[in-house]
């Protein structure tokens, strides 16, 4: 126990959590206060095709662009390690991002009307604040991957909660004029993060100093791995509420945006937690590139620990709590069961030891093996959730299940590569660049 707390004592947590935290904390309580607006504006029904669209976008815009940050955020901080600079690496990130974007933005309009019918029911808006989106999420998580990998966690910190206070912000302004069309809360959504990005920027110097020319393989070596990472556990955090939406009758039309009001207050812990990994990353890469391989393995056990004891704490409250909260915050109208908060807050608890996995994994340059996990879950997931007969039930028991498939299969992985990689690194991996 003693060595417990004193482990505890030294602060696990990566530099640059408490600041991009205090981002967290802003955007997460402007967040629940965007989505209680809009389900009491709204109402349940046409509150429905809103929540789809919410958890659409966290998938596909994060789902494709957060390797873009993770891999410009890891090869930046390695850069520094060299003493190297980052200006070519993000242009050269920034003409790969671009270019998968071109590709997402046709595809979405080649599927827009499905899309359209069956997932936003009958809303045109929607589709085009989707597209605005894409657009919304490449520009941002370029500009993340920048500021984490050159440190700068206050700027990053900046992005995330003026992001959701604008957001709240701008659905408040709707609901004061009586806007009823769920559209254009979604295109709320995606103007706030352009402007956030603009405020992030605003005078911050020296996040592109002049370097080494990038080649092609210093990103896109390990793109493809996190690209399908990345869209598979963004589809398992947020891809409930589609399915719900997809296996509900004529007769539930209103359970899509009644599940995703359970799931973000049973996922709150979840929510903060995204401080640790967007600090962790660079961290564990210069530790894994200078070859520091004890050091490494204790920040994941800390980290670990302390995700498990914050994880056991969240179900005991979110249990018990959870449903007054979101009777508070969006009305009878939108209650679920005490079970349905322990189902969906264990799924979020054993998320979060994924996620120290994850990164993990790919601060080694374990993609392959990050992608086998994450797959793992994603087919764990389906499978529970197709075989089930209850609608909210049988998604809650998906996620329950994807989650643990994925972080088990990660963590004995990445066990293995630790073990490999300490065999290795008998001498340190990184000299300091001579001075010019």
């Known amino acids: 126990m003693t060595s417990v707390l004193a482990r505890l004592h030294r602060n696990p947590l990566p530099e640059g959590s408490l600041s991009i935290g205090l981002g967290l904390v802003v955007a997460g309580l402007t967040q629940y206060g965007f989505l209680a607006i809009a389900a009491r504006a709204l109402g349940p029904v046409r509150y429905a095709p809103l929540a789809t669209f919410w958890s659409l976008l966290f998938v596909v815009g994060p789902g494709f662009f957060l390797p873009l940050e993770l891999e410009v955020s890891r090869a930046i901080a390695a850069r520094r390690a060299r003493g190297d600079g980052g200006r070519p690496l993000v242009i050269r990130a920034g003409v790969t991002g671009g270019a998968l974007l071109g590709v997402l933005v046709i595809a979405t309009a080649i599927a827009s009307g499905p899309i359209d019918q069956r997932l936003f029911d009958g809303d045109p808006i929607m589709v085009w604040a989707l597209v605005a989106g894409l657009c ?32 709240m912000l701008l659905c408040l302004a709707l609901a004061v004029i009586g806007a009823t069309i769920a559209g254009w809360f979604g295109f709320a959504m995606v103007m706030a993060s352009f402007i956030a990005i603009g405020l992030a920027l605003a005078g ?19 793109l493809g791995y996190l690209l399908v990472s990345s869209v598979l556990s963004l589809l398992l955090l947020n891809g409930g509420t589609v399915a719900v939406q997809l296996l509900a009758t004529p007769a539930q039309e209103a359970a899509a945006g009644r599940f995703l009001t359970a799931r973000i207050i049973a996922f709150i812990p979840v929510y903060l937690f995204q401080a640790v990994p967007a600090a962790l990353l660079p961290r564990l890469s210069r530790l894994a590139a200078e070859g520091r391989m004890a050091e490494f393995r204790k920040v994941i056990l ?9 994880g056991t704490s969240g179900i005991a409250v979110l249990t018990a709590f959870g449903p007054v909260a979101s009777h508070l915050l969006f009305g009878a109208a939108f209650d679920l069961g005490r079970f349905d908060y322990a189902l969906l807050s264990a799924a979020g608890a054993v998320f979060m030891v994924g996620t120290v996995m994850y990164q993990s994994l790919v601060a080694l340059s374990g993609y392959e093996r990050a992608t086998a996990g994450i797959l793992v879950g994603t087919v764990s997931f389906v499978v529970v959730t197709a075989i089930g007969s209850q609608l909210f039930l049988r998604v809650e028991l998906g996620l329950l299940a994807g989650a643990i498939a994925s972080s088990a299969v990660m963590a004995i992985l990445l066990v293995s590569l630790i073990r490999t990689r300490a065999r290795l690194d008998t001498e340190p991996r990184i000299a300091k660049a001579p001075s010019a």
Do not use: I, K, M, Q
Not at 302 to 310: A, K, P, R
């Open 136 to 167: 919304a999420y490449y520009l941002e998580h370029l500009t993340r991957g920048t500021l984490a990998g050159n440190g700068r966690f206050g700027g990053y910190g900046v992005l995330l909660g003026s992001e959701g206070l604008l957001r």
């Open 302 to 310: 800390e980290l670990t620990l302390l995700v498990g004891l914050l």
């Open 204 to 222: 911050r110097r020296g996040l592109l100093l002049p370097g080494s020319p990038a080649s092609w393989g210093e990103l896109s070596r390990a």
